[in-house]
């Protein structure tokens, strides 16, 4: 993959709230056995969109809803999906862009509902016009999105049972493992690295609020106190070095090559308790920037490493 740049995070942020972990086991990758969707009955609405009949021709133009898609069970219905959805391995990508959408190219996939994460180059007013159906899936800022994201596809896709089936378990997971989380006095503190330009996600987005689940500290709040940034700061490394955290996540893993070993070569930073305490974890670039399913996977990853340190 190529190296992400500031602009890069600044277009990617914005459709993806980031966040979230490391390659662990899939307990949520796989479509729910519960529920039918030969029982569904159409028309069905959600929100201002109506779909007179069950949908065989999806295209989806967001890497986390195609992960939702195919966990309900929809992954036949879907014909296309873009560049950027990697997961599951067989869902039928293309050069399709999420990120600069093309109408002209998305209605010769001839589609009969289309999933986005954003309406850039307004284009579900092209859709629209063009009499393609359009759900959009904005990025997620609590699991409480996700999960209602989940089922509103379920509903539209006619996999209202499995998607049910797969926001219980998720709901299960999570409270599993955050009942298994110790008490300590003092909160531990974690910086998570979102590419070796330094940017970082603070508590108010989807990743952070994960963290706080998990009982850390974000060394990043202070930069971005206002919101003006978003919750995706760029931080400094004298602000990082000083702020000492216990943790350092990396989410840049797979596109920047970014390691334990690369985090300690930086300047200054052999001296982070993270770095002197074996606790730079490298997550999966993938997990950690969607809200699908797999979030699972990435509390999981974020807990097992805290788990780690004594009480």
């Known amino acids: 993959m190529l190296r992400r740049t500031p602009r890069f995070f600044a277009a990617t942020l914005a459709v993806a709230a980031l966040a979230l972990g490391a390659c662990a086991e899939k307990t949520t990758d796989t479509p729910a056995a519960g529920g039918s969707s030969a029982a569904a009955a159409y028309p069905v609405t959600v929100g201002k969109l109506t779909l007179d009949k069950r949908p065989e021709k ?14 309900i069970g929809a992954g036949p219905q879907v014909t296309a999906v873009d560049d950027n959805s990697n997961y599951p391995p067989d869902a039928p990508k293309t050069d399709l862009s999420g990120f600069s959408p093309n109408a002209e190219a998305i209605a010769g996939k001839s589609p009969d509902l289309v999933v986005l994460s954003d309406d850039r180059n307004k284009i ?21 999105d996700s999960y209602r994201q989940i089922t509103e596809l379920g509903t539209l896709t006619g996999h209202a049972g499995e998607a049910a089936d797969v926001t219980k378990r998720m709901k ?35 990743i952070g609020s994960l963290y706080a689940m998990a009982g850390l500290e974000n060394i990043a709040d202070p930069a971005d106190a206002d919101g003006k940034n978003g919750g995706y700061p760029q931080l400094s490394q004298e602000v990082i070095v000083k702020a000492d955290p216990d943790f350092v996540f990396l989410a840049d893993t797979k596109c ?40 699972v996977d990435l509390l999981r990853a974020i807990i097992d490493a805290v788990a780690k340190v004594p009480a």
């Open 58 to 71: 999806i295209v989806s133009l967001s890497a986390s809803a195609t992960e939702m898609l195919f966990a």
């Open 172 to 206: 299960d997971d999570i409270a599993k493992l955050v009942a298994g989380l110790p008490q300590r006095a003092e909160k531990l503190t974690y910086y998570h690295e979102l590419g070796p330009e330094l940017y970082t996600a603070t508590s108010k987005t989807f």
């Open 124 to 144: 579900v007013e092209q859709l629209t016009t063009l009499k393609i159906p359009v759900y959009l899936t904005p990025a997620a800022t609590t699991l409480d």
């Open 256 to 295: 920047c090559q970014q390691s334990a070993e690369t985090v300690k070569a930086r300047a200054g930073w052999a001296g982070i308790t993270a770095v002197k305490n074996n606790q730079v974890v490298a997550l999966d670039d993938d997990v950690a920037s969607r809200w699908g399913p797999r979030v």
